[in-house]
């Protein structure tokens, strides 16, 4: 069985490459500063070691937690929570768009005036139909109210030469012959 | 002096990317600098209306000071020369200004001077056109005097902003002739220089029907050269014969020929055409890589929309951000851009499309339908969702 490259390096081999060599001296340089960081390491976790055995900050943490709703359900919320941040950003976004958008529009006295005035423009044709609706309304209940003729047959039948009449009883006729012609192809 | 983020041109791309820089990042504050030599602030998709005589041109009109967004510094002067390979660019009033990025979005240029007689005749004898505030309101006068004849309607051979608006008024002024009586007696006719109404098929074939139930006439290939006001004389080249003809009119329609404007045209950032030469997609420069580029001025084979800036300055903010966090850009513009065709008084089909001229609609019903809806879209509250959004940085 042949020996791979691997297994024919030696460590004197390896050391003297010329990567591992600058690699060596990049690390002995940086010594002091991997020193200083270790010992903050260790000073940490000496810190939490004390804390974790310190009984009085146990028992308030414990005393937190049992005060508190915090359950397993609320950590796993948490989690899920976190894992919608990105969708929830976007949706942030969104609004705070659409807020500083109807915000700009309150604050805008052109646009304001502007609204205003498209309102007026849908508004005035609406508002003149309707008026003339109401003083229609108003005239016929007058004259009714002051109408005391008996309606007679002869009434009827001037009332059917009348071109609105006759314009409503052409749309009863052709509605009375589409559905007689409906009801005979079934 | 020297700024971060210098924006040339204070329209609607420039305004609207310096707002977006400066909501997504507050530390831009008194970093970006626009550059523009103008006062007022056109919101230019009204003035088919105005011409129309549906709204007053004021409305489409605010003062620039009023809209320079919070934090970004507005230099009222006129830029000269770029500079690309120092990063700065000279401007005639204020000298030498460095940048660290450029983000260019002048506008176009229009070229009034191309067609002979026009520049002389525009706004009298008839000669009318959406194209310039000072001359769109007589576009609805020479409307409310015409008393029947031939109303001649023009598109150039040169890209222009909105392409669809030289058949949107020729619509508004159909339906207003025949509103007046006065369609029996007149002719309308469109002269364009495209070889077909709309690009976009869906849009065309709608618009094809609109012309038919209009009776419009239609020359396609061809392109105004010539305008004899006093005599209410057209003169035409056919693109494909290279034939001259003469048309007799009783009102014209200009949209006038465009252009990059000339401290674009003339300077290293522009291609063989004169527009900046941005990628497509990022809308980066090609050779300046600090350099981006938005809005009419490019080159970008869109049509040139306030829409597609729309869509084009988020984009630019995008890449302008990481490439100034040395990422990569990598943000991308598809060549969406919209089109609102007006075809009446209250009618309106809302042509959306990108890049591969393939509808992109909005909406969730046939946007190629003329509809109401869409038309009060357009009138009353695409200009709010401008002044107030777009201009923003949040729509």
Known sequence: MERSAFEEQTVETVLTRPDVEQALIALIDRLPKIE???????????????TMKDESVKEKVDAAIDNSNIQIETLEAAIKLTEKLPMLLQVTNQLESMFSFVQDVYHDEQTKALIEQRIEEYAVPAKEKAEWTREMWTEVQQRVEQDDRHITLFSLMRWIKEPSVQHGLKYVQATVDVLNERTIKR | MHYRIVIIGAGTGGISVAARLLREKHHLKDEILLIDPATTH??????????????????????????????????????????????????????????DFLIVSPGIEIDWGRIKGLKESLGTKGVCSNYSYEHVDYTWDTLEKFTGGTALFTHPATPVKCGGAPQKIMYLAEEYLAKKGIRDSSRVVFGSANPAIFDVAKYRDALEIVLERKQIETHFRVNLTEIKADEKIAIFENLDSGESFEMSYDMIHVTPPMQAPAFVRNSSLADSGGWVDVDKYTLQHKQFKNVFGLGDCTNLPTSKTGAAIRKQAPVVVQNVLDAMYGHLPIASYDGYSSCPIVTGYGSLILAEFDYDKVPQESMPFNQAKERRSMYILKKDFLPIMYWNGMLKGTM
């Open chain 1, 36 to 50: 200083q960081s270790l010992r903050r390491l260790e000073d940490a976790v000496d810190f939490g070691m004390a």
């Open chain 2, 42 to 99: 056109y919101y230019q998709p009204l003035w088919t209306l105005v011409g129309a005589g549906i709204v007053k041109k004021e409305e489409s009109a605010r003062p620039m000071d009023s809209l320079i967004p919070d934090g970004a510094k507005w230099l009222q002067d006129h830029v000269t020369t770029f500079d690309p390979e120092n990063n700065q660019v000279e401007t005639s009033s204020h000298g030498k200004i460095q940048y």
